[in-house]
């Protein structure tokens, strides 16, 4: 059945207003809707500097306790990179410092790293004078910290050496042959000589070499035909050592 062609006019000019209205709502509805969105990805470029400056610069970031807080710190890395600072009470640790008298060029106390030896502490003392002699000295001994080192002129005794300086406490150690077992002289090696006052490495290689081509010591004043051993070095021994 065909419409009349006036009322189909009317019908399809009734229609056009309401569809400009539905275009015109949905062109306002993106714009609003667009504008929308643009503020919040402006608010949030914003707002996330401002939270992570304010969570950096809290007191729980910057290790602060407050009331009812429980004072743990979180350490914050301000600038990417950035080295972390030094902790205090470093300094001078891990040092040995030892006193060095007697033939030296600049006598006095001597700072140097762990493991150096009495070589070592001679040298930074300006080294050894004319009339040192440092055969009487153990040169390769490594050093303890707060002893005193003596180089001395020859005839002249050396002061004793150190021992380990643990078990006690960490201070000088005590004489060698103080409250202490003697050294047989029948028995003794290389390292128990070298720890006797005015011994070093090379006159204890002595004594050995005496013994092996005598046989045995019996008596202590033998030492004295042992070359290097003088009355005052004899003197100083005859305490320390038996047969």
């Given at each position: 059945?065909?419409?009349p062609?006036?009322?189909?006019?009317?019908?399809v000019?009734a229609t056009?207003?309401a569809?400009v209205?539905?275009?015109?709502i949905?062109?306002v509805?993106?714009?609003?809707f667009?504008?929308?969105?643009l503020?919040?990805?402006d608010?949030?470029?914003?707002?996330a500097?401002?939270a992570?400056?304010?969570t950096a610069n809290s007191?729980?970031?910057?290790g602060?306790?407050?009331p009812?807080?429980?004072?743990?710190?979180v350490?914050?890395?301000?600038t990417?990179g950035?080295?972390?600072?030094?902790a205090?009470g470093?300094?001078?640790?891990?040092t040995?410092?030892?006193?060095?008298?007697?033939?030296v060029r600049?006598?006095g106390?001597?700072?140097?790293?762990p493991?150096?030896?009495?070589?070592d502490?001679i040298d930074?003392?300006?080294?050894?004078g004319?009339?040192?002699?440092?055969?009487a000295?153990?040169?390769a001994r490594?050093?303890?910290?707060g002893?005193q080192i003596?180089?001395p002129?020859?005839?002249?005794?050396p002061?004793?050496?150190?021992?380990?300086?643990?078990?006690?406490?960490g201070?000088?150690?005590?004489?060698a042959?103080?409250?202490?077992?003697?050294?047989n002289l029948?028995?003794?090696?290389?390292a128990?000589?070298?720890?006797l006052?005015?011994?070093?490495?090379?006159l204890?290689?002595?004594?050995?070499?005496?013994?092996t081509?005598?046989?045995?010591?019996?008596?202590i004043?033998?030492l004295?035909?042992?070359?290097?051993?003088g009355?005052?070095?004899?003197?100083?021994?005859?305490?320390?050592?038996t047969?």
């Open positions: 059945m065909s419409l062609a006036g009322l189909g006019s009317a019908r000019a056009r207003p569809v209205a539905v275009v015109l949905a062109v509805f993106a714009a609003v667009g504008v929308r969105l503020r919040a990805r608010v949030g470029s914003v707002v500097p401002a992570a400056q304010l007191p729980t970031a910057t602060a306790s407050g009812g807080q429980s004072g743990a710190s350490v914050v890395s301000a990417p950035s080295a972390p600072a030094a205090p470093g300094a001078g640790a891990g040995i410092i030892v006193h060095v008298v007697g033939q600049h006598a106390v001597v700072e140097l790293p493991g150096s030896r009495v070589v502490a930074k003392a300006g080294g050894a004319r009339k040192a002699d440092l055969s000295v153990n040169l490594l050093l303890v910290d002893e003596v180089v002129k020859p005839g002249e005794a002061a004793a050496a150190p021992t380990s300086a643990a078990g006690n406490g201070g000088p150690a005590a004489p042959g103080a409250g202490s077992a003697k050294v029948n028995t003794a090696d290389l128990a000589f070298d720890s006052p005015g011994v070093g490495p090379v204890a290689g002595r004594i050995l070499a005496w013994r081509e005598h046989g045995r010591f019996t008596s004043d033998e004295a035909e042992v070359s290097g051993i009355e005052k070095v004899l003197a100083n021994l005859t305490p320390l050592v047969l």
